[in-house]
């Protein structure tokens, strides 16, 4: 089973799921996270320019998060929400966003910046992808983790 020490609970389950798969098959779980990352919504698809490009991506993707206000009925609560973009013909980046809008979309600013740098490399996908493709998924959380930072300090 994989190190999931520090993930949060949604990531760890994904992390448990890939493990649990033969090589072959870690592939077809990878394209199925890309076929259920949500569109974007109508704010973001009109104003592209308003997202973040990850350079370290094989294929042009795009992010942006945005932190709730702190909430009454639960002080010290922030959620955060998480939107990518890429393009259809780019699953495995696709899948990567997929997997952390799973496991990171609707968590509190303080559990994402939890979340450790090394994640990525905790969904046994070494053997199934290049080294090239996991840095992509490493640049995606590194730059969900600095805007969730900055954004929850502006608010």
Do not use: N, W
Request: glycine share 6%; aromatic share 6%; charged share 25%.
């Amino acid at each position: 089973m994989p190190d999931t020490t520090g993930l949060p609970a949604e990531l760890a389950e994904i992390a448990e799921d890939f493990a649990e798969l033969p090589v072959a098959e870690r592939l077809q779980l990878l394209l199925e996270f890309s076929e259920e990352l949500p569109p974007l919504p109508e704010r973001y698809a009109a104003a592209p320019e308003s997202m973040e490009q990850v350079h370290e991506c094989q294929s042009p993707l795009f992010l942006t998060v945005e932190v709730d206000e702190e909430s009454a009925s639960e002080p010290g609560k922030r959620a955060v929400s998480l939107f990518f973009s890429a393009p259809p013909e780019a699953p495995t980046t696709r899948g990567f966003a997929g997997i952390l809008h799973q496991g990171l979309d609707g968590l509190s600013v303080d559990e994402i910046l939890a979340v450790p740098e090394d994640a990525p490399y905790r969904f046994s996908l070494a053997e199934a992808v290049s080294p090239l493709r996991l840095r992509g998924m490493v640049g995606m959380l590194s730059r969900i983790k600095r805007q969730v930072a900055l954004k929850s300090r502006a608010a």
